[in-house]
């Protein structure tokens, strides 16, 4: 296959939103053509073989926590095209160091049950907070996720009218002044349910001790029994976009490292790559890397006001913690101590070591912050318990995940080269504690991927910030990345922001990408046939 | 008084929304169309358990353009809106016995179609949803809600 000179589209990235937007309009008849700098789609959905051959680690992305909620699942028929997801019956536990264990299932039952407990006050609270924003879990992702975003101000004088403040806990506009943290002390009573949730809430990038985010806290509720595996690995749904943007006459072109966003007449018209392609947008042009990228890098400075160049400079803000990964081949399954108290934890797909209280959360926050290494308590995700090709047989994988500083302070994130291989060992020290069985000789290798490695790896993720942009309330809705860039459009005709700098954010939400669809539609005045009511 | 669900109710119910979308400020000038599915629940005697009774109504400038009873889902119908729930709760909304929006925030009756646009339009959805639960005397020849069973 060759490169056209000219497609009516053109896409940078071929991560899930760049695919996801690709798929979209090569199904509306567009000629689409999505450019990836790296060998391959997929962009966070990377499943490598990075220990052992046979064990496919997800070395970003492991959780899809959108499944049969966000559109294009069903629209592009990714299961279709060969994603097949499993929805662990055991999805998360918090082991404690007594020796308790806490365990979330898709039977809501199994779930109050485990946290009666601890306390019956805070099940039945639980299941009254569960009830509440499961019910209308439909309405906030309609109204909140897969549409471009209301400003918080349309959106308390809706509520306003509607006269709904006092009839759910969720819909209180006191939510936006709140902390996670001040949000579970006030309807919670014991620490470690409330250490669980509110590492639900971290492990979503809903960082539990900052203010205004308990207005997100209802959706991740809602969803919090609702987490899934991508069988094989989380890339086979990069290569189920993939497939469909192909088969519906779209191209995806790898090794397209775009240096230019070519603007004439105030206009996107095209981009060039380092490779010396040039190659013309008829309709639209989008973005889905990082604004500094787009903004800073693509676009010859004259095309775009100073203001807007200063304020991606200097009001651009990323999350101000990371990821330290270890990756696991192993030979054997953990197994827990705190099993004696919940057999269910050595089913947990997703298991949080040792964070036993809101307080211990907030250390590690403040200590992160200041560019330190904390103590590891990491979680740790077993997907072989549930995916039966991620491993050779008889094998298993393990992701240990530890929250963590971009750059440290003392050395800043160059240091993690020299760290990393030292502080996974310290990672997989604290998960022996919990499970005594993962000796030396039921490791067969492991390898680390540290804040530093993101960002080199996936460069649109600034600093390591995995959801491309940080989560608080005045980098939501409308007003994420900029105001004036909240709606998917930019000052340029015919260019769009469509990934997750843009609302509601990183993680598989399919979000950025479907939400920037209706902007373009609107736009070009193309059939929204996949919104059918 | 009209029977409910008869085509003179649903003509007092477009009185009803009309009358009251004359008295706002502001209307909205798009036009909608939307669906109404009342799911028979073995609750309701007014749908067979099972069964669907399907409604269309046309919105134009606030105001209720026509409405009409459909024997089946009509695919061609392109809709804005669509609102699916089980009889027995749309029977206490049009008795005014449960609220519209404790139905939709419960999940009960499911909302599909542009949310923003009824965030945006909070006021006029809100008179009429009033003019349906609560403008029109309505008469109930197989019983009146609640039911039995039903709170």
């Known amino acids: 296959m060759t490169l056209k000179d000219t497609y009516d589209a053109i896409i940078i990235g071929a991560g899930h939103n760049g695919l996801t937007l690709g798929a979209y309009l090569a199904r509306s008849g567009l000629e689409v053509l999505v450019l990836e700098r790296r060998h391959e789609e997929g962009g966070g959905l990377c499943s490598e073989e990075v220990t052992q051959p ?84 439909d309405l906030l992702l309609g109204t909140l996720m897969y549409q471009p975003p209301l400003s918080v101000k349309e959106l308390t004088k809706a509520l306003a009218t509607f006269g709904v403040e006092d009839r759910s806990e969720f819909l209180s506009v006191k939510l ?132 807007l160049s200063q304020r991606v400079k200097s009001e651009v803000v990323h999350k101000d913690w990371s990821l330290f990964s270890v990756h696991m081949a192993m030979r054997t399954f953990p197994e827990y101590k705190a099993a004696e108290f919940d057999p269910d934890v050595n089913r947990a797909w ?3 070591l040792g964070i036993d209280s809101i307080e211990r959360l907030n250390a590690d926050w403040k200590s992160i912050r200041a560019g330190n290494l904390v103590d590891p308590q990491p979680n740790a995700a077993v997907n072989s318990l549930y995916d039966p090709v991620d491993a050779p047989e008889g094998c298993t994988t393990g992701l240990l995940r530890q929250f963590a500083p971009f750059a440290l302070a003392d050395g800043g994130e160059g240091a993690w080269d020299d760290m ?29 991927f540290t804040p530093h490695d993101i960002a080199r790896k996936l460069p649109n993720m600034v600093r390591g910030d995995w959801m491309m942009g940080e989560i608080s309330l005045a980098n939501m809705l409308d007003q994420r990345p900029l105001p004036e860039l909240g709606q998917y459009r930019t000052p340029i005709d015919g260019l769009y922001m469509a990934g997750s700098t843009q609302h509601p954010h990183g993680f598989i939400t399919f979000g950025p990408g479907y939400n920037a669809l209706q902007v373009i539609a609107d ?11 | 008084m009209p029977d409910v669900y008869t085509p003179e109710w649903y003509e007092a119910v477009k009185s009803a929304i009309n009358d009251r979308v004359a008295t706002l400020a502001s209307v909205p000038v798009d036009e909608f169309t939307i669906a109404v599915e009342i799911v028979g629940d073995g609750r309701t005697p007014y749908v067979a358990e ?26 061609s119908v392109k809709l804005d809106y669509r609102f699916t729930g089980p009889g027995s709760d749309f029977d206490a909304i049009a008795a005014g016995l449960a609220d519209p929006i404790d139905a939709a925030l419960s999940g009960t009756i499911r909302v599909k179609g542009d949310m923003r646009f009824l965030m945006r339009q909070a006021e006029m959805v809100q008179v009429l ?23």
């Open chain 1, 54 to 137: 046979g064990f496919v680690h997800n070395i970003h992305a492991n959780y899809h926590t959108f499944v049969d909620m966000a559109p294009p699942v069903a629209d592009l028929d990714v299961r279709g095209h060969g994603v097949e997801y499993v929805r662990p019956e055991v999805q998360m536990a918090s082991i404690y160091d007594d020796g308790t264990a806490l365990t979330i299932h898709t039977d809501m039952d199994k779930t109050l049950a485990s946290m009666a407990r601890f306390s019956e006050k805070d099940a039945a609270t639980f299941q009254r907070l569960y009830g509440e924003a499961h019910g209308f879990v």
């Open chain 1, 176 to 307: 936006r002044r709140e902390t996670i943290n001040q949000f579970l002390n006030r309807h919670f009573e014991n620490d470690k349910i409330k250490a669980h949730l509110a590492f639900h809430g971290a492990v979503c990038s809903y960082t539990n001790d900052v203010a205004g985010l308990a207005i997100g806290y209802p959706l991740l509720v809602g969803k919090i029994d609702n987490w899934h595996l991508c069988v094989g690995g989380s890339h086979r749904l990069a290569h189920a976009l993939w497939r469909d943007l192909a088969q519906h006459g779209g191209v995806m072109w790898s090794d397209a490292d775009v240096t230019d966003i070519i603007v004439e007449g105030g206009r996107a018209v095209g981009v060039k790559t380092a490779g010396g392609l040039e190659l013309h947008a008829r309709k639209l042009v989008a973005s889905t890397v990082s604004v500094e990228q787009t903004l800073l890098e693509f676009v010859n400075p004259k095309e775009i006001p100073d203001e």
């Open chain 1, 350 to 352: 997703v298991v949080n």
């Open chain 1, 420 to 448: 990393g291989r030292w502080y996974g060992q310290k990672c997989i020290d604290a998960w022996r504690r919990y499970a005594p069985n993962l000796t030396d000789d039921e490791i067969i290798d492991w390898s680390v």
């Open chain 1, 523 to 533: 736009d070009l005045g193309i059939e929204k046939w996949w919104s059918r009511i």
């Open chain 2, 50 to 75: 099972g069964d669907v009774r399907r409604f269309l109504i046309r919105l134009e400038g606030g105001t209720c353009a026509w409405y009409r009873e459909l024997d089946a889902d009509d695919p």
């Open chain 2, 129 to 151: 949803l009033e003019a349906y639960s609560q403008g029109v005397e309505t008469t109930w020849p197989k019983g009146r809600p609640p039911y039995d069973g039903v709170s």
